[in-house]
């Protein structure tokens, strides 16, 4: 039978044992904290890995499913708007009926739609079900944090966050790579059907391992209307910083659905002061620390997202790389993740969160401000040693963040927790490119004309001086076909010297918004709620 700690279902207040009740917790395979971290491991290494490897299969998806440039961009966003919209509704959903049961169901749905994409003969069909996709995915996340809170105690659970978002960290930097090595040597279907199984591993895992650790005060009710204002509202932010670079930050419809997105925010906060089980009791943020985590994972995300975003194209459009080595190229960037994970856990552990974190986000600063010196004949030892700070820096603050928001919120809330960190992280993902962009595409506007015209290169018309810049913010020369050998040097030197301004200064925001990071991690401490964790977890 499956154990869990919950509450009396007369309503009763009779508190349950707080250990499982058919085998004690940390004895056997079912519930040992570290059989149980690997297996939401399993798990989420899918959700994480999709999240970068699918970029790499979008030109042979573009080429076999005759679809438009528009309909590739869906691949990804449709992934990424149902994830972010539902990631705190599905900590809720963890949080009434237990995260075990979440978590199996999000790993069986996920698998479930991955294999449904590689046998889709239609790019409709692909952005369905990678909607799917993120939808299982959104259950899956705030699940597995869920899980480690309840199972590890107090003193090991910084470590075993560390690990996870090691798994996350390695996932999401490993992924060109992957991805580059299936769609190269076997199929862009192959990207999906890998996590076939994988998540058949992770419910075997799951079916063997896993407990259900459900708080005794957990809830037995549903804000629906709350449900929908937060889902809207969210839709609406997404959906704007999707549509930005397409619409135009000035764009009344830019801005239109930014206004929609306030209001339903407000209308949120309001509602969920009136309602007896609110989804979000807002009385959370009154913790400092937990606001002050949620802020930081934002601020983490711009930095790290937006600046990566440009580094992927610098190195196969600047430097002419391919997706394999470029992601090679990264490595010290995960290597430096995956090495500093668990060290910042028990740094944290002894520590406390507060210098670890500060300090994590001081290095993020110096990386990205290295990055923003990259010139277009840099080597690749300087582009290392940039890469690896910055893995370096944002390990502490992968692990940090995550113990100051999901322990200074009560047990029986972690799942809300866990989904308010993985959407603060989605939406600064989000923001970072979004915003970064903006600025790169502004210093290109702004320099290719002059460039273009003091490399003594023909005059372009309006319209082709738009599409050149169109080129040039992905770091590729627009270089026609038949053109001279000596115009076309002097075109891509134009392109790249101005793909290089663009991004230093991109760079530049970055390691600003690093710095305010830096500020805010010392409103941070170790959580309120910590000894809840793992109670009755036994001997690890």
Same mark, same amino acid.
């Given at each position: 039978?499956?154990?869990?700690?919950?509450?009396?279902?007369?309503?009763?207040?009779?508190?349950?044992?707080?250990?499982?009740?058919?085998?004690?917790?940390?004895?056997?395979?079912? $519930?040992?904290?570290?059989?149980?971290?690997?297996?939401?491991?399993?798990?989420?290494?899918?959700?994480? @890995?999709?999240? +970068?490897?699918?970029?790499?299969?979008?030109?042979?998806?573009?080429?076999?499913?005759?679809?438009?440039?528009?309909?590739?961009?869906?691949?990804?966003?449709?992934?990424?708007?149902?994830?972010?919209?539902?990631?705190?509704?599905?900590?809720?959903?963890?949080?009434?009926?237990?995260?075990?049961?979440?978590?199996?169901?999000?790993?069986?749905?996920?698998?479930?739609?991955?294999?449904?994409?590689?046998?889709?003969?239609?790019?409709?069909?692909?952005? +369905?079900?990678?909607?799917?996709?993120?939808?299982?995915?959104?259950?899956?996340?705030?699940?597995?944090?869920?899980?480690?809170?309840?199972?590890?105690?107090?003193?090991?659970?910084?470590?075993?966050?560390?690990?996870?978002?090691?798994?996350?960290?390695?996932?999401?930097?490993?992924?060109?790579?992957? $991805?580059?090595?299936?769609?190269?040597?076997?199929?862009?279907?192959?990207?999906?059907?890998?996590?076939?199984?994988? $998540?058949?591993?992770?419910?075997?895992?799951?079916?063997?391992? @896993?407990?259900?650790?459900?708080?005794? !005060? *957990?809830?037995?009710?549903?804000?629906?209307?709350?449900?929908?204002?937060?889902?809207?509202?969210?839709? &609406?932010?997404?959906?704007?910083?999707?549509?930005?670079?397409?619409?135009?930050?000035?764009?009344?419809?830019?801005?239109?659905?930014?206004?929609?997105?306030?209001?339903?925010?407000?209308?949120?906060?309001?509602?969920?002061?009136?309602?007896?089980?609110?989804?979000?009791?807002?009385?959370?943020?009154?913790?400092?620390?937990?606001?002050?985590?949620?802020?930081?994972?934002?601020?983490?995300?711009?930095?790290?997202?937006?600046?990566?975003?440009?580094?992927?194209?610098?190195?196969?459009?600047?430097?002419?790389?391919?997706?394999?080595?470029?992601? @090679?190229? @990264?490595?010290?960037?995960?290597?430096?993740?995956?090495?500093?994970?668990?060290?910042?856990?028990?740094? /944290?552990?002894?520590?406390?969160?507060?210098?670890?974190?500060?300090?994590?986000?001081?290095?993020?600063?110096?990386?990205?401000?290295?990055?923003?010196?990259?010139?277009?004949?840099?080597?690749?030892?300087?582009?290392?040693?940039?890469?690896?700070?910055?893995?370096?820096?944002?390990?502490?603050?992968?692990?940090?963040?995550?113990?100051? /928001?999901?322990? !200074?919120?009560?047990?029986?809330?972690?799942?809300?927790?866990?989904?308010?960190?993985?959407?603060?992280?989605?939406?600064? $993902?989000?923001?970072?490119? *979004?915003?970064?962009?903006?600025?790169?595409?502004?210093?290109?506007?702004?320099?290719?004309?002059?460039?273009?015209?003091?490399?003594?290169?023909?005059?372009?018309?309006?319209?082709?001086?738009?599409?050149?810049?169109?080129?040039?913010?992905?770091?590729?020369?627009?270089?026609?076909?038949?053109?001279?050998?000596?115009?076309?040097?002097?075109?891509?030197?134009?392109?790249?010297? +101005?793909?290089?301004?663009?991004?230093?200064?991109? &760079?530049?925001?970055?390691?600003?918004?690093?710095?305010?990071?830096?500020?805010?991690?010392?409103?941070?401490?170790?959580?309120? !709620?910590?000894?809840?964790?793992?109670?009755?977890?036994?001997?690890?």
């Amino acid at each position: 039978m499956t154990s869990q700690t919950t509450i009396d279902a007369t309503g009763s207040g009779d508190k349950a044992s707080s250990a499982p009740s058919d085998e004690a917790p940390g004895k056997g395979l079912r $519930g040992h904290p570290w059989f149980t971290l690997i297996t939401v491991a399993v798990g989420v290494m899918m959700v994480a @890995l999709d999240g +970068t490897i699918v970029a790499i299969a979008n030109p042979a998806i573009q080429k076999d499913l005759g679809a438009s440039f528009a309909d590739v961009q869906w691949i990804t966003n449709g992934y990424f708007l149902a994830l972010a919209v539902t990631l705190i509704t599905a900590g809720k959903l963890g949080d009434r009926f237990g995260h075990r049961q979440t978590f199996l169901i999000g790993v069986v749905g996920f698998a479930a739609a991955s294999g449904a994409i590689g046998l889709s003969d239609s790019i409709a069909l692909v952005v +369905t079900f990678r909607v799917f996709q993120g939808l299982f995915g959104a259950l899956l996340m705030p699940a597995a944090l869920g899980l480690l809170r309840a199972t590890f105690p107090a003193e090991k659970l910084n470590m075993a966050i560390g690990i996870w978002g090691m798994v996350i960290g390695a996932s999401t930097a490993g992924g060109p790579i992957l $991805g580059g090595l299936l769609v190269q040597h076997v199929s862009w279907q192959s990207v999906f059907f890998i996590n076939v199984p994988v $998540g058949v591993l992770a419910l075997v895992l799951g079916v063997l391992i @896993l407990t259900d650790h459900r708080a005794e !005060n *957990a809830p037995r009710s549903f804000d629906l209307l709350g449900i929908g204002l937060l889902s809207g509202a969210m839709f &609406c932010l997404v959906w704007a910083l999707i549509k930005a670079p397409t619409w135009g930050w000035g764009d009344v419809l830019t801005w239109s659905f930014l206004g929609v997105s306030v209001l339903g925010f407000g209308l949120f906060a309001f509602w969920e002061t009136r309602v007896k089980e609110p989804l979000i009791p807002l009385g959370l943020f009154r913790s400092v620390p937990l606001s002050a985590g949620v802020v930081l994972m934002v601020l983490m995300a711009i930095a790290f997202m937006g600046g990566l975003f440009f580094v992927t194209f610098y190195l196969q459009n600047v430097h002419g790389m391919s997706p394999v080595d470029a992601g @090679l190229h @990264l490595l010290p960037l995960t290597g430096m993740m995956i090495v500093g994970s668990p060290l910042a856990g028990a740094l /944290i552990t002894k520590s406390g969160p507060r210098i670890p974190l500060a300090g994590g986000m001081a290095l993020t600063a110096i990386a990205m401000f290295g990055m923003s010196t990259l010139k277009t004949d840099t080597g690749s030892g300087i582009m290392s040693l940039w890469f690896a700070l910055l893995g370096l820096g944002l390990a502490p603050v992968m692990v940090g963040a995550t113990e100051v /928001i999901v322990g !200074n919120a009560p047990m029986e809330l972690s799942g809300v927790a866990g989904g308010l960190q993985q959407a603060a992280m989605q939406i600064g $993902g989000s923001l970072g490119t *979004a915003v970064l962009g903006a600025v790169m595409a502004s210093k290109v506007d702004g320099d290719l004309a002059g460039n273009w015209s003091d490399a003594k290169l023909p005059p372009l018309t309006p319209a082709q001086l738009d599409q050149a810049s169109e080129a040039v913010q992905v770091g590729a020369a627009p270089v026609a076909k038949d053109t001279p050998a000596a115009i076309a040097a002097k075109i891509t030197d134009v392109a790249h010297d +101005t793909f290089i301004s663009g991004m230093s200064l991109a &760079c530049l925001v970055a390691a600003g918004v690093a710095v305010v990071a830096v500020l805010v991690a010392m409103f941070t401490k170790r959580g309120d !709620n910590a000894e809840a964790a793992g109670a009755g977890a036994g001997h690890i």
